[in-house]
């Protein structure tokens, strides 16, 4: 089983940048699909940015698209999500998830990191 461990939350201003980290551990990756998610105080948990293992396939939601990057480094067992131009909407936990890729939902989570965007 996958155990996943993120890093890097923070505080920053509007219009700052911030990398989070997601260290995956427990298996071996390759038939995984690795995401980061978000979700804010009254709202429900939303879709950012995925990445396979293997190849370079990468999807982001609309309301990031140019502004938040997804990349892996599988040496390390870590993806990342570099966040630029933030927004004090971008304000909320964002979580790594996991899933194998015969699986529909992502079913695998990190116990999130805090990202605060103060205006």
């Known amino acids: 089983q996958v155990q996943l461990v993120e890093s890097g939350g923070g505080w920053v201003q509007a219009g700052g940048s911030l990398k989070i980290s997601c260290v995956a551990s427990?298996?071996?990756?390759?038939?995984?699909?690795m995401a980061w998610f978000r979700q804010a105080p009254g709202k429900e948990r939303e879709f950012l940015a995925g990445?396979?293992?293997?190849?370079?396939?990468?999807s982001y939601a609309d309301s990031v698209k140019g502004r938040f990057t997804i990349s892996k480094d599988n040496p390390k067992n870590t993806i990342y999500l570099q966040m630029n131009s933030l927004k004090p909407e971008d304000t909320a936990i964002y979580f790594c998830?996991?899933?194998?890729?015969?699986?529909?939902?992502?079913?695998?989570w990190g116990q999130g990191t805090q990202v605060t965007v103060s205006s």
């Open positions: 990445i396979m293992w293997a190849g370079r396939a990468t």
């Open positions: 998830a996991a899933k194998t890729v015969k699986v529909a939902s992502f079913h695998i």
């Open positions: 427990g298996s071996t990756l390759t038939t995984y699909a």
